[in-house]
């Protein structure tokens, strides 16, 4: 089983600013590497796929970077909307494909 | 717009069983695959299985391996989640989602609401 682990596990960050969040894979995963953003009560809602394509709606201040087993997701400008939990999956080859365990980012 | 709608969670005792049932609409069911993910309070997501489009292959991951059975009926645009033999590491939140296939494997591009399952005695 692939694992995946985030750093930091909380960012805090002040509204303009930009957050850059990690993503390491405990082997290559190539650019098979998905985000995702969860709120409070709220099921995850995906952000990227192949670890830089934008899903559907999601707005330019999301970037996806990295291949193979670092990656990272920057936001920029933050804003109010964008304070949650962030998530990374993997679905490099079968299953299981994996999450990591988050990385809050807060209001500083 | 894509949706999914779960229900069929609650409280059981150890040992016991739930069947999770997934509604989708807006999208043509039966050309995707599905999944059943999980999280549990305060912790990350976890897959836990899928089924294809036909119901011909489905997969599970380890901790639910034996206990927890998917299946589907495009008919009824549901996908189902039988629960057995829960255990209190089965305490979770249990979404349904659609999955995006990429050579073997799977993101999940939608996801239904969550439905809270809690074995407790």
């Known amino acids: 089983e692939i694992v995946m682990t985030q750093s930091p596990a909380t960012l805090s960050v002040s509204p303009g600013e930009s957050a850059t969040l990690s993503c390491r894979a405990s082997?290559?995963?190539?650019?098979?590497l998905a985000w995702y953003q969860q709120k409070p009560g709220q099921a995850p809602r995906l952000l990227i796929s192949?670890?830089?394509t934008r899903a559907t709606g999601i707005p330019a201040r999301f970037s996806g970077g990295g291949s193979g087993t670092e990656f990272t997701l920057t936001i920029s400008s933050l804003q109010s909307d964008d304070f949650a939990v962030y998530y990374c999956?993997?679905?490099?080859?079968?299953?299981?494909?994996?999450f990591g365990q988050g990385t809050k980012v807060e209001i500083k | 717009q894509v949706r999914l709608v779960e229900s069929g969670g609650g409280l059981v005792q150890p040992g016991g069983s739930l069947r999770l049932s997934c509604v989708g609409s807006?999208?043509?069911?039966?050309?995707?695959?599905m999944s059943w993910i999980r999280q549990a309070p305060g912790k990350g997501p976890e897959w836990v299985s899928y089924?294809?489009?036909?119901?011909?292959?489905?997969n599970y991951a380890d901790s639910v391996k034996g206990r927890f059975t998917i299946s589907r009926d495009n008919a009824k645009n549901s996908v189902f989640l039988q629960l057995n033999s829960l255990r209190g590491d089965d305490t979770a939140i249990y979404y349904c989602?659609?999955?995006?296939?990429?050579?073997?494997?799977?993101?999940?591009?939608?996801w239904g609401q969550g439905i809270l399952v809690t074995v407790s005695s």
């Open positions: 989602a659609r999955d995006r296939r990429f050579d073997s494997g799977a993101y999940f591009d939608y």
């Open positions: 807006g999208f043509t069911f039966g050309d995707y695959y």
């Open positions: 089924i294809d489009r036909r119901r011909n292959y489905t």
């Open positions: 082997q290559s995963v190539n650019n098979n």
């Open positions: 192949g670890a830089t």
């Open positions: 999956q993997h679905y490099s080859n079968w299953p299981p494909w994996t």
